[in-house]
């Protein structure tokens, strides 16, 4: 087969960019070379997500723009837009744009044989225990490791399960054997990520659940890893936070003193509502306060909703006073976006844009607070371990604090320490000859000061 380009544009969560990098190594190995820009590639996938309505509005605009970068390519739009994309309808007069394939989520794992599939292709069944994808690679340097998808919880504001289906769980000794691969490659940080984590083994009984996944692959890989390499877990929730959650939390030697929680409210008629009625705020303050003794600093990051219908000044006090009280270190916060299809569209009670960006900005407001105290806080420690990802030129005057600290413009580092904040430190001089290539390792490093971009840190000599 002669060689042919291929670009592939990835939008929105961890499994989404687990899958694009799958797709990415299966065409690599049917002859296939990325490319930076679209305009020269012979196929164009559009890798899509649909958790809100901007996201879905996203990928409409990906396809008209990639397909008038390159209009003679193959334009493919896969993932969770994709089904809605068939039934949606452009104003009358509207400019407009197709794409040459549409492949349901469901159906993404038909890809893996190439961009060319035929209709019919059964070869990864949509009813497969587990779709196929696999990596040995990826892009950046804390790879997604992908362990479970779907979900059946049915949130009241979620259209996930009609696009990613029933749950299903990888096996154990699958997601182990690509940890294993990935870390050994050089990899110094995993994660472990899902469409919902708490379903995982529901589909499997064998498989155990998500508890019993994290003790096997700790015990499995911190005798060779501990030390040099840590698993971070994408998200959480609540409810997952009591009893043997917590002590498997508290046993594991790779795990990163960081959570992430899958919250959205704090109030318990809006989380009724939302149909997330089996956990409540308190479960996770409580849970948090389990956790400082094993964990005297962590990081805590949470997705929050706002403007959910018949959402009160009452209920978004609450949210603001949880904020005020939970030690967190970041947040995702949305506006609640109507979804066709999903219970809440049919509510009662819908805000005005106007209230519910309002509140959204109230939120963040809060959240930044939060976090300026984290990272202040972050420059107590005597250090931390960065793990290193993207290069980046810091223009001159970007920065104006670092000129205190005899730091400048030039060429620079991002990358993450254990409490998952983000940090900025000055890229060797020989970096700059491999820009594509983070460091790799768990670098020690000493916090300097806060910026704008999370800490300023500078690496220690030596290595962990």
């Known amino acids: 087969m002669p060689v042919w380009k291929f670009f592939i544009a990835t939008f929105g969560c961890k499994v989404n960019q687990y899958e694009s990098q799958a797709l990415r190594e299966a065409w690599q190995k049917l002859g296939g070379v990325e490319c930076d820009a679209p305009g020269e590639a012979d196929v164009l996938c559009v890798n899509s997500c649909a958790i809100t309505a901007k996201g879905e509005r996203d990928a409409r605009n990906a396809v008209f723009r990639l397909r008038r970068e390159a209009p003679a390519a193959r334009l493919i739009l896969t993932g969770c837009a994709a089904r809605l994309f068939a039934d949606f309808r452009p104003r009358p007069g509207a400019i407009w744009a197709e794409p040459d394939l549409l492949v349901p989520q469901e159906e993404k794992s038909r890809l893996l044989r190439g ?26 340097a804390r790879p997604v490791l992908k362990v479970q998808d779907g979900c059946a919880h049915r949130c009241t504001y979620c259209i996930v399960p009609l696009t990613r289906g029933k749950p299903r769980s990888r096996a154990p000794q699958e997601i182990l054997e690509e940890a294993r691969r990935l870390l050994r490659a050089g990899h110094a940080e995993l994660m472990l990520s899902g469409v919902n984590l708490r379903q995982y083994g529901r589909d499997i009984p064998g498989h155990g659940d998500f508890w019993s996944l994290l003790h096997f692959l700790d015990k499995n890989l911190a005798p060779e890893f501990a030390g040099r390499a840590r698993l971070r877990i994408s998200s959480l929730e609540p409810s997952q936070l009591v009893g043997r959650g917590l002590a498997t939390l508290k046993g594991c030697r790779l795990l990163c003193p960081h959570l992430h929680i899958s919250l959205q409210h704090a109030s318990p008629a809006v989380l009724r509502r939302m149909g997330r009625g089996h956990y409540t705020a308190a479960m996770l303050e409580e849970a948090v306060a389990s956790l400082a003794a094993h964990w005297p600093r962590m990081g805590l990051g949470a997705d929050i909703l706002v403007g959910f219908p018949g959402e009160t000044d009452e209920d978004l006090r609450l949210l603001l006073e949880l904020i005020e009280r939970l030690p967190l270190s970041y947040a995702h916060v949305f506006p609640y976006s ?11 009670g819908h805000l005005p844009q106007a209230v519910k960006l309002r509140r959204a900005a109230l939120t963040r407001e809060a959240v930044a607070r939060r976090q300026q105290r984290f990272f202040r806080e972050q420059l107590d ?76 840190v500078e690496l220690k000599t030596g290595g962990a």
């Open 381 to 456: 420690l005597p250090d931390m371990l960065v793990v290193a990802d993207v290069l980046k030129h810091m223009p001159p005057g970007t920065e104006n604090e670092n000129a205190k600290t005899g730091h400048g413009s030039g060429l620079w580092r991002k990358g993450v320490n254990e409490f998952y904040a983000p940090c900025l430190f000055r890229a060797p001089a020989t970096d700059a000859a491999c820009q594509d290539d983070a460091l790799t390792g768990l670098l020690p490093a000493r916090p300097v000061r806060v910026t704008k971009e999370g800490l300023l």
């Open 338 to 348: 109507r979804r066709p299809g999903t219970a809440a569209d049919g509510f009662g």
């Open 115 to 140: 961009p060319w599939p035929e209709k019919n292709d059964s070869a990864f069944p949509a009813d497969a225990a587990f779709p196929p994808f696999q990596i040995r690679s990826f892009r950046r």
